[in-house]
């Protein structure tokens, strides 16, 4: 059974850092591509950054780049999104999904297996 488990989201000031974590079960997510995305309230789930299966290509959103960094452990079976810098606009709640393949791994409707979602809020 495909299972993701996103942790480390909360509550955190501007300019703080968070690592968000998704830990995987039930398949080797080395061979997966891997997303993340984020929704706030009223606007629609968006890509942040992924990892394509393909190639292991890292891609992230305008908004993020250059402040968000993800990444994989493979022995642990675990995805991270570790977040710097952070802004208010980041609140939302952040998800991880995962698929056996991704055309466009920015885009949630490739993605079949998804977590439970965490949630962040950056706030003074």
């Known amino acids: 059974q495909v299972q993701l488990v996103e942790s480390g989201g909360g509550l955190v000031q501007p300019g703080g850092s968070l690592r968000l974590s998704c830990a995987a079960s039930g398949f080797t997510l080395d061979r997966y591509a891997i997303g993340w995305f984020r929704q706030a309230p009223g606007k629609e789930r968006e890509g942040v950054s992924c990892i394509n299966s393909s190639d292991g290509k890292v891609f992230y959103a305008a908004s993020v780049k250059g402040r968000f960094t993800i990444s994989r452990d493979n022995a642990k079976n675990t995805a991270y999104l570790q977040m710097n810098s952070l802004k208010p606009e980041d609140t939302a709640v952040y998800y991880c999904?995962?698929?056996?393949?991704?055309?466009?791994?920015?885009?949630?409707?490739?993605?079949?297996?998804w977590g439970q979602g965490t949630q962040v809020t950056v706030s003074s």
């Open positions: 999904a995962a698929d056996w393949w991704s055309i466009n791994c920015m885009d949630p409707t490739d993605f079949g297996s």
